[in-house]
């Protein structure tokens, strides 16, 4: 695990946001004074992410069934990190949070903004709701558990069969000599063929996943980790060949400034033919687009540490965190997270939203088909590492810069490496 920033530089850090996060961070800092019947629960569900509607009818029935108690949204978006960290400096912090494990998060139980959970999960005796690998996600290095898990995510590859078809494409590539004969015919036919965000984080998790194509998990987690993409030769030859595709056209032009807004757009309005998608965005593909797309797995190249087209999967895309304040008011906090993990409530968000979850429940996302071909995918597909966990908080961001440079058409693979070693030099 990456070493977790000193409380010193948290504090620093957070002093450097207050400016910068002042409106929004006000209404956390004001909302934070609340009676102990009264629990404030900071959130991105409540936006436009998916599970938002469904959330809301979770608190209403909560409400309804717990009369004297209260939950108080606080809702923000991207920017949720930094207004928490803003609150907490202030010791005004909300009781409850929901977000992901990545970047800024990492640090936060390190450095005392929230609270190990592992006592908790088991007296509260939720363990058993849990899976295991979620368990394992979001356990740190020091054996505490950051969160009580919650949303997951599969990450495979979706690929519109009919545009394959129209531009002659017989079948699904699973190689990249096969990628990159059928990028050449969709553009012979005006089609754009991977679609992909190269200037955010949606660009950095597929050159991610496609570095690895030489690394075994163990070696991968190494890597990114320490940030050495040169002393390692599954990682340049990983890096060898993304170039290789991506010099051959494969992916859509001018990527490296596309974003993720761009990447689903170009896909749903069927003008790209393939993009790597978490199912959150499957969830979103419409109905006629959906109608003839099939998701799979990443095509490898021969040599490959896999056997198998890769996806990325992950558990730790929503967790509730409990603050320093919100352990003034566990018997709220437990009643609240009892409420969420029920079976029912869980199996809302599946089959309501197409969330996947990182708790066990046997229900399948029957409205969202594409999420649900992916929650069937099993080993018929590789796993790559998703390396949230693995880089260093600070060098995240800069990960994204050099993503963009990546994605550049012409840029070597020694320019490329020299990107993404830099990112953790910044750090």
């Known amino acids: 695990m990456p070493s977790s920033p000193s409380r010193r530089g948290f504090i620093a850090a957070g002093s450097g946001l207050a400016a910068a996060t002042a409106l929004s961070g006000c209404s956390a800092l004001a909302s934070a004074d609340s009676g102990p019947d009264t629990l404030i629960v900071h959130t991105q569900l409540g936006t436009t992410a998916p599970g938002s509607a469904t959330y809301t009818a979770a608190v209403k029935a909560f409400h309804e069934e717990n009369p004297g108690l209260r939950v108080k949204n606080l809702v923000n978006g991207d920017d949720l990190p930094q207004v928490y960290e803003t609150s907490r400096l202030a010791r005004k912090e909300p009781d409850v949070v929901m977000v992901n494990l990545y970047d800024k998060t990492l640090a936060w139980t390190e450095v005392g903004a929230t609270v190990d959970v592992k006592g908790y999960l088991d007296d509260w005796g939720l363990r058993e709701r849990v899976l295991p690998e979620a368990l394992d996600e979001w356990t740190d290095g020091k054996g505490r558990l950051r969160a009580f898990p919650y949303f997951a995510t599969n990450w495979p590859v979706a690929y519109n069969t009919a545009l394959l078809d129209r531009a002659g494409v017989g079948s699904v590539p699973t190689t990249g000599d096969q990628l990159i004969g059928a990028a050449r015919r969709l553009r012979a036919k005006g089609i754009q063929p991977v679609t992909v965000g190269g200037n955010d984080w949606t660009g950095q998790k597929l050159l991610a996943q496609i570095v690895q194509t030489f690394l075994t998990r163990e070696e991968a987690r190494q890597v990114y980790t320490d940030g050495d993409f040169s002393g390692s030769r599954g990682a340049r030859e990983g890096i060898d060949y ?24 170009q896909y749903n309005t069927q003008k790209a033919a393939v993009q790597s998608a978490m199912s959150s965005a499957l969830a979103k593909v419409p109905a006629k687009t959906a109608a003839h797309t099939t998701v799979g797995g990443w095509p490898l190249a021969p040599g490959a540490a896999h056997d198998r087209p890769t ?66 995918l099993g080993d018929r597909v590789g796993q790559a590492l998703l390396p949230d966990l693995y880089v260093p908080p600070t060098a995240t961001q800069p990960l994204i810069t050099a993503t963009s440079t990546a994605f550049t058409r012409g840029t070597s693979a020694a320019t490329v490496r020299s990107a993404l070693e830099s990112a953790y030099r910044t750090a």
Not at 336 to 348: C, I
């Open 242 to 265: 993304f170039v290789s595709l991506r010099d051959a056209g494969v992916f859509a032009d001018k990527a490296q400034g596309l974003t993720s807004d761009t990447m689903t757009t």
């Open 311 to 376: 996806i990325l999967r992950s558990y730790t895309l929503i967790g509730f965190w409990i603050s320093p304040n919100g352990v003034r008011k566990l018997p709220a906090v437990e009643k609240f997270l009892r409420f969420m993990y029920r079976p029912d409530v869980v199996s809302r968000f599946v089959t309501e939203s197409g969330r996947d979850m990182a708790l066990v429940t046997d229900t399948v996302s029957g409205d969202f088909p594409l999420v649900a071909e992916a929650q069937r």
